[in-house]
């Protein structure tokens, strides 16, 4: 029975490790060919350093441009690129904290008894909270390195 046990276990790591288990925030990505990008509008101290909406946004299509010209930015349908920016100034001392979140959500169809109605889901998301006393240089260097991690993964799913 153990040796059984045991040649099971083995066929089953065997079949997992050749046929690659995949990761869920790559399966969700598969099929993805343009974005539309919603971005929140950025917190007062966010403003304050210089941190703009319009900024965000051309940093983020020259990304894409570089690294998935394929995929088309900004477009008016398929999943949104959201991007949310937070960040406070400390009253007592010149430092910033702040949190950056990009998400991608598709849209849905809830399937209801009351009937059906569209929705969004979140198909991937990543966060980054810092500090420092550079709040513009540090918020845009973050938004590219969350901005990196998306499009590794849309190259994995996407190939």
């Known amino acids: 029975m153990k040796k059984f046990f045991l040649l099971i276990l083995f066929i089953n ?3 997992s490790a050749a046929l690659g288990v995949e990761n869920p925030k790559v399966r969700n990505l598969q099929g993805v060919s343009s974005l539309q990008i919603v971005i929140e509008e950025p917190t007062r101290d966010a403003r304050q350093a210089g941190i703009k909406e319009e900024a965000i946004k051309n ?4 990304i894409f441009k570089k690294e998935l010209p394929k995929l088309k930015i900004g477009a008016k349908e398929g999943p949104s690129l959201y991007i949310r920016v937070a960040l406070y100034k400390r009253k007592t001392e010149d430092l910033y904290y702040g949190m950056i979140n990009i998400t991608v959500d598709r849209a849905v169809l809830i399937l209801s008894p009351q009937g059906n109605f569209p929705s969004f889901s979140q198909v991937w998301e990543n966060t980054m909270i810092f ?5 513009l ?10 901005l990196q991690l998306l499009i590794a993964d849309l190259k994995k799913a996407n190939p």
């Open 13 to 15: 790591l065997f079949c």
């Open 59 to 62: 940093q983020v299509m020259a």
């Open 131 to 135: 500090s420092g006393k550079d709040a």
């Open 137 to 146: 240089l540090g918020t845009y260097e973050m938004i590219a390195k969350l």
